[in-house]
């Protein structure tokens, strides 16, 4: 869910998002087979309360820290970044501003960028294995995105880009 933030070492753990304008970041350790997802709104650092983890700084921090609580090591850390997307015509570009916050939060703190799928005009459907890192990313048709709480019981679709390895991206 927007402004969540989930930790694994469970194998055959899938964490899963549906991200429009939103960020994904999916950050691993594999010597420690240990993974997880955060999904957040805004760029930035908002407000503290409770509603503060829609915010990426705060989500991004909960990500780390859950991970070095589980055992992971930030020097090994690698991450791939999804969404970002423009969902509607207008002056803002909430997404770029988010993409653009997030590969610099990824840039700063010296994670290992393994690679994203950001911006476009089309909201995603990520699935992650934390333990291993794999990733698949699914475009979503404008009227999916638009109806995005419903499109997770939807068939999914042909994956964009599926990650079977690291470094490695099968386009469809």
């Known amino acids: 869910m927007q402004g ?4 694994s070492r469970e194998p055959n753990d899938v ?9 994904a970041a999916c950050m691993w350790d594999p010597e420690a087979r240990v993974g997880g997802l955060t999904h957040f709104l805004l760029p930035g650092t908002g407000q503290s309360g409770r509603n503060m983890m829609k915010y990426g700084v705060h989500a991004m921090e909960l990500l780390v820290n859950g991970l070095l609580r589980a055992g992971g090591d930030r020097h090994r850390f690698k ?10 015509d207008g002056a803002m570009d909430i997404g770029a501003e988010n993409a653009h916050f997030a590969k610099w939060y990824v840039a700063n703190e010296g994670f290992d960028l393994v690679d994203h799928s950001l911006g476009g005009r089309q ?3 990520v699935r992650f294995w934390p333990v291993s890192g794999n990733v698949e ?3 979503l048709d404008r009227t999916e995105a638009a109806a995005a709480p419903l ?3 939807r068939p999914m679709r042909t994956p964009v880009a599926t990650h079977a390895a690291e470094g490695e991206v099968d386009l469809f």
């Not at 969540?4 to 930790?7: N, Q, S, V």
């Not at 964490?15 to 960020?23: A, D, E, N, P």
Request: proline letters at 0%; one cysteine or more; a positive charge.
């Open 137 to 139: 990313c699914y475009l």
């Open 4 to 7: 969540e933030t989930h930790i």
């Open 79 to 88: 991450v791939r970044l999804l969404g970002g997307a423009k969902m509607y």
């Open 15 to 23: 964490l899963t998002s549906i991200l429009g304008s939103c960020i």
């Open 123 to 125: 909201g995603r459907n």
């Open 151 to 153: 499109a997770a019981s």
